[in-house]
């Protein structure tokens, strides 16, 4: 009889835990960002494509994405910032000068997820090579917030890789897309918008952007130590600003913007190399050439990284 009622109150509770064995199994065995590293059932490119899918999962994803991908194999040449670099294609790089560099950057990357990225990297492996990527937009502390914790949080409580409601979507979203390979699942980002709505979303994402602006001095000084840093310990940093549609720049001069503008520019001119790339003013008149209004295209992109890489070569052997 006892044996019995063990058996069904067991029975019961295997079936209680059928629900959390199967979000376990599904998270262990897909494992979104590779943070686990047990299985390999879903292609890495197929992941990345997943991480991309919708503006609530790119940021998040693409900071534990690239933070586990660098932790696992660390290169010592990397380009930070944000989601303006994130489609710097770092196989035309290697193609152009011969060198291995790590895209590191990350949609919604605020100046202060950009410093934590760095220092990340500084303590993975000797940094040899650092181009930041920075833009005004984020150039302000009235925008104020980092996205760090989206990595940082599963590193020092790896557990919470198991309880976190959006990983197990990404690990959903995985299995669908590698069983339908239904291009809905995959894209559902502002950049599939149609022309009509990409335009509202650019004046508003104007709007959020400069609706409030206070000069960021702290933003100032921390890339004045991060550059003291480099030269002390031999690092060969730059800085690219990438070109936005001159819709921005309009705007910018219509809200008494554009001298604070300039001195974003003249601030970081004074820190280091700069790769000025906003300076292309034909480039910048065509509505085409830009997705939105802040971000270049694949090809002007690729374009820009042919233009940007030989030059950094020639920089180096003159300086060598």
Not at 90 to 97: D, P
Not at 203 to 219: D, G, I, M
Not at 249 to 264: G, I, M, P, R
Not at 280 to 307: C, E, W
Request: with cysteine; glycine share 4%; charged share 25%.
């Amino acid at each position: 009889m006892v044996q019995k009622t063990l058996a069904k109150y067991f029975f019961k509770a295997l079936l209680f835990a059928l629900p959390v064995l199967f979000y376990v199994l599904i998270i262990l065995v897909v494992d979104p960002y590779n943070f686990i590293g047990l299985f390999k059932v879903i292609d890495d490119k197929d992941k990345f494509l997943v991480v991309q899918r919708t503006d609530e999962s790119s940021p998040r994803g693409n900071i534990l994405w690239k933070t586990v991908a660098f932790r696992q194999n660390p290169t010592p040449n990397i380009i930070i910032g944000d989601s303006q670099g994130k489609d710097i294609d770092v196989s035309i790089i290697k193609r152009n000068t011969g060198e291995d560099y790590f895209n590191f950057c990350a949609p919604g990357a605020s100046f202060s997820t950009i410093f934590k990225t760095f220092w990340f990297a500084t303590e993975q492996t000797r940094i040899k090579k650092v181009c930041f990527q920075l833009a005004f937009m984020n150039y302000n502390l009235e925008r104020e917030y980092d996205l760090w914790h989206f990595s940082e949080n599963y590193f020092k409580r790896p557990y919470e890789y198991f309880t976190t409601k959006e990983i197990f979507f990404d690990a959903v979203a995985n299995v669908a897309w590698a069983v339908t390979r239904d291009k809905r699942i995959i894209s559902r980002s502002y950049e599939f918008l149609p022309p009509g709505k990409m335009e509202n979303l650019a004046q508003s994402r104007l709007n959020l952007f400069f609706s409030k602006y206070s000069y960021p001095q702290v933003y100032k000084d921390e890339l004045v130590k991060i550059a003291q840093y480099c030269n002390e310990n031999g690092i060969e940093y730059s800085f690219l600003i990438l070109p936005v549609y001159k819709g921005v720049d309009e705007h910018l001069a219509k809200n008494n913007l554009f001298d604070d503008y300039l001195k974003f520019k003249e601030d970081i001119y004074s820190l280091g190399y700069t790769y000025d790339m906003d300076m292309l003013a034909g480039l910048k008149q065509k509505r085409s050439n830009f997705i939105d209004y802040f971000h270049p295209t694949q090809k002007v992109m690729d374009s820009l990284t042919g233009i940007v890489w030989p030059a950094d070569t020639a920089k180096s052997q003159a300086l060598n």
